[in-house]
């Protein structure tokens, strides 16, 4: 069956780079994304994926898809006090309109 | 408004008892979608309507849920005869068009207590 698993807890330091992993199982996943919730806030679409690509490359983030391992990273540069928040990885499978989420990643940058 | 709104933000009712969420979405969104997100769980899917289509109920857990979307625009999630268990942040999305490009854009939920 469809799954996206997280780990649930990220603890870095201001300035440097975090690195929040996500697998999934369904091979006939489309497009993977990375939302992001900060407290008493919706949930805000990152960055998406197709799944013919292994990068894609925004500002400060960067994500990275392995497509055999079906391994989706999420890279933040310099991370800040204002990343801190909890990030979903949520995947799109075939024509499905519906996502399938992880847990999600709770990351606290600690100055 | 410029984003999808959501009333109430907070909702306390009594187990057994019948509750409306409402979601207005983005003008102009086609699809619109019902998440539900308990403590400790990732979100799950409950239902997407599409246009003038068939909505995609197959996320609803049970029979008391329903949802209706009027006009093409406002929805309402209904839940009949509360359970402690449906405590939970409902969310609600809506975009553009149902491509994968298209982004979904969240409220800011209701939060269902049921005591």
């Known amino acids: 069956g469809e799954d996206v698993e997280q780990s649930l807890f990220l603890s870095v330091r201001e300035g440097d780079s975090s690195v929040i992993n996500c697998t999934y199982t369904?091979?006939?996943?489309?497009?993977l994304y990375w939302y992001k919730q900060e407290p008493g806030a919706g949930l805000q679409l990152l960055t998406y994926?197709?799944?013919n690509m292994d990068m894609k490359q925004d500002q400060r983030l960067t994500v990275l898809l392995n497509k055999k391992d079906k391994h989706l990273s999420l890279r933040i540069a310099d991370t800040q006090t204002g990343d801190s928040a909890i990030y979903f990885c949520a995947e799109r499978t075939g024509n499905n309109r519906k996502l399938i989420w992880g847990l999600g990643t709770s990351l606290a940058v600690n100055p | 408004g410029a984003g999808v709104s959501q009333s109430p933000s907070n909702k306390v009712t009594e187990k057994g008892k019948d509750v409306e969420l409402r979601c207005d979405p983005i003008?102009?969104?086609?699809?619109l979608y019902w998440y539900r997100q308990s403590l400790g769980q990732g979100l799950e899917f409950l239902i997407y309507?599409?246009?003038?289509?068939?909505?995609?109920k197959s996320g609803l857990p049970s029979d008391r849920f329903s949802a209706e979307r009027t006009g093409g625009s406002v929805s309402t999630l209904t839940i009949q005869r509360t359970q402690q268990e449906d405590s939970a942040v409902y969310l609600c999305?809506?975009?553009?068009?149902?491509?994968?490009?298209?982004?979904?854009?969240f409220g800011p939920g209701t939060r269902l207590t049921v005591l």
């Open positions: 994926i197709f799944s």
């Open positions: 369904d091979s006939s996943s489309t497009y």
């Open positions: 003008s102009g969104h086609t699809a």
């Open positions: 999305a809506s975009s553009l068009g149902t491509s994968g490009t298209d982004t979904q854009y």
């Open positions: 309507f599409q246009g003038n289509s068939a909505p995609d």
